[in-house]
C-alpha cells in the first residue's frame, strides 16, 4: 500500500515536471519556428519587381532622365532674358583730379577734384538674344532628344536587370538540383561501399574493390559539399541583384520547367525591330548629332541681342553724391576670319554623325544575330532534353543491372563504380539542357525585346510612328 502511495506520488511529479518542461520549450519552439521561417520564399514575378524597385543600377539610370529632364528647362532658358546684379567697391590712393596749368583759362595752376577715393557701383543688366543661327533652336533639340535616348537607356537598363533576375533565379534552382543528384549519388555509393565492405569480409572480392570503392565514395562527397557551397553563392548572387543583404536567407518558387513554345523566326526579327529600346536610343543619338552640326554651323552666322542696365553710383563724378542712370542697346557679333576653326568643328560633327549611322546599322545586325543566336540555343536545348532525358532512364536500368550482377558475382566492381559515374553524368547533362533551355527562353524573349516595359508612353509612340512610315510606304 505504501509503495503504490509512493509510486503515484512518483507519477504525479513527473507528470508535473513533464509539464513544466514543455512549458519551458514552448517559448523556443515558437522562437525556432520563427526563424525557421525568416528565409524569405520568392517567386520569379516577385523576384523581378524587387529588382525593379531596389536595384542600383536601375536607379543611377533613373537619375539619368532626371538629369535629362533638368537639362530640356536649362536648354528653354536660353530663349529668355538673363537679369544680373553687379556691384563694385574701389579705393583710390587718392582722388582723381585735373591738373590745369597757368595760361589763358586760369591765371594760375589749379587741381580740380572730379571724384572720390571711394568708388561705389551698383548696377542691374538684362541681356536678351535676338539672332543666334539658330544654336538655341539646335541646343533644345539635342536636349529633347537626350531626355528620350535617356528613356530609352532605362528601358535597356531595365531589359538587362529582369534578365539578370531570371539567370540568377533558375540558378539557384539549377545548383539545388544539382546538389540532389550529388546527394542521391552519395547515398548510392554508401550503399554499395556496405555490400563491397560485406563481401570483403566474406572473402569474396579483393581488397582493391574496396578501396577503389571507397575513394569513389569520397569523391562523390566532395562533389556533394561542391554543389552544396554553389548554391549558397547562387543566392548571393541572387541577392546582390535584388539589392538585399548579401547572406539574407532566401528560397525560390520551383518552377525549373520548359515552357513549350512556337516561334515564327521572321516574326521574332521584326518584333525586335519594333521593341528593342537600343534601337530607338540610337535614332534619337543620331537626332542628337544633326542637331550637334546645327548648334555648331550657327557661328557662321551674325549673334543679334539687346541690353540694358539700370545704374546707382556714387564716388565717380565730381559731385560726390549717390546718381543713377539707365541705358539700353543693341549688339552684333560675328566672327569675321577664325582660320578655319568653324568648318573644322562642323566636319567633326558631321563626321560624328556618320559613325552614328554605322553603328546604327551594326547594332541591327547585332541584334538579328542575337535574336538568331538565341532561337538556335532553344532548339539545341530542346533537342538535349530528349536525348539526356532517355539516357537517365538507360544509365538507371544499367546502375541497377550492374549492381544486381556484381551482388551474384557476374559484374566487376569497376562495372560498378562505372555504371554509378555514368548516371550521375547524364543527370547532371540533363539538368544542363533544361537550364540552358530555360535560359535560352529568358535570353530569346530579352533579344525580341518583351522584357522591357512595351507600356511606356515613349516607346508606345515610336511604335506608332514606325507603324505609320511602314503604312505611308505602301
Not at 535629362?68 to 556691384?87: D, H
Not at 519594333?274 to 550657327?298: D, F, L, T
Not at 544575330?369 to 540555343?377: A, I, T
Request: glycine letters at 6%.
Amino acid at each position: 500500500m505504501k509503495n503504490s502511495m509512493i509510486l503515484a506520488i512518483v507519477e504525479k511529479k513527473v507528470k508535473y515536471t513533464v509539464v513544466f518542461i514543455l512549458l519551458l520549450l514552448l517559448p523556443m519552439y515558437s522562437y525556432a519556428e520563427e526563424v525557421k521561417t525568416t528565409s524569405e520564399v520568392l517567386t520569379l514575378n516577385d523576384s523581378i519587381n524587387i529588382a525593379l524597385e531596389n536595384n542600383y543600377g536601375l536607379k543611377a539610370a533613373s537619375e539619368k532622365i532626371t538629369g535629362a529632364e533638368e537639362k530640356i528647362w536649362e536648354a528653354k532658358t536660353l530663349f529668355l532674358p538673363k537679369f544680373k546684379a553687379e556691384s563694385s567697391y574701389i579705393h583710390l590712393n587718392e582722388p582723381p583730379s585735373l591738373d590745369l596749368e597757368a595760361g589763358v583759362l586760369t591765371p594760375q595752376a589749379l587741381s580740380i577734384k572730379v571724384g572720390d577715393d571711394n568708388i561705389y557701383n551698383l548696377q542691374a543688366v538684362v541681356r536678351q538674344p535676338l539672332f543666334t543661327g539658330g544654336k538655341i533652336l539646335s541646343l533644345n533639340k539635342q536636349a529633347r532628344n537626350n531626355l528620350e535616348a535617356t528613356k530609352y537607356n532605362y528601358e535597356e537598363e531595365k531589359q538587362n536587370l529582369i534578365l539578370q533576375v531570371k539567370e540568377a533565379y533558375f540558378g539557384i534552382l539549377v545548383t539545388q538540383k544539382y546538389t540532389e543528384v550529388c546527394r542521391d549519388a552519395v547515398e548510392q555509393m554508401k550503399a554499395h561501399l556496405e555490400t563491397v565492405r560485406g563481401l570483403y569480409n566474406a572473402g569474396t572480392v579483393p581488397r582493391t574493390d574496396l578501396l577503389r570503392t571507397e575513394v569513389q565514395s569520397a569523391n562523390a562527397e566532395q562533389a556533394l559539399i561542391k554543389a552544396e557551397n554553389g548554391v549558397k553563392l547562387a543566392k548571393s548572387s541572387f541577392n546582390i541583384i535584388l539589392a538585399k543583404e548579401l547572406n539574407l536567407p532566401v528560397d525560390v518558387v520551383d518552377v525549373f520547367e520548359v515552357i513549350e513554345q512556337d516561334y515564327n523566326v521572321d516574326r521574332l526579327f521584326k518584333e525586335a525591330e519594333n521593341n528593342r529600346p537600343e534601337i530607338y536610343k540610337m535614332k534619337h543619338n543620331i537626332e542628337m548629332a544633326k542637331a550637334g552640326i546645327g548648334v555648331v554651323k550657327s557661328n557662321y552666322w551674325p549673334q543679334v541681342g539687346l541690353f540694358g542696365n539700370y545704374k546707382y553710383h556714387k564716388g565717380d563724378e565730381p559731385i560726390i553724391e549717390w546718381k543713377e542712370g539707365w541705358m539700353v542697346g543693341a549688339n552684333v557679333s560675328v566672327d569675321i576670319w577664325n582660320w578655319g576653326e568653324t568648318k573644322v568643328q562642323v566636319g567633326q560633327a558631321r563626321s560624328a554623325l556618320r559613325e552614328l549611322e554605322y553603328l546604327q546599322a551594326q547594332l541591327k545586325d547585332g541584334i538579328a544575330l542575337e535574336v538568331k543566336r538565341s532561337l538556335l540555343n532553344l532548339e539545341e536545348a530542346k533537342k538535349r532534353i530528349k536525348v539526356s532525358e532517355k539516357a537517365v532512364i538507360q544509365a538507371k536500368e544499367s546502375l541497377n543491372s550492374t549492381q544486381i550482377g556484381y551482388k551474384n558475382g557476374r559484374v566487376d566492381n569497376v562495372e560498378v563504380l562505372a555504371a554509378q559515374l555514368a548516371l550521375t553524368e547524364t543527370q547532371t547533362n540533363h539538368l544542363e539542357a533544361i537550364y540552358n533551355c530555360i535560359l535560352s527562353q529568358a535570353r530569346l524573349e530579352k533579344a525580341i525585346g518583351l522584357s522591357a516595359d512595351l507600356s511606356s508612353e515613349a516607346l508606345a509612340k515610336e511604335r506608332a510612328k514606325v507603324s505609320a512610315k511602314k503604312s505611308g510606304g505602301e
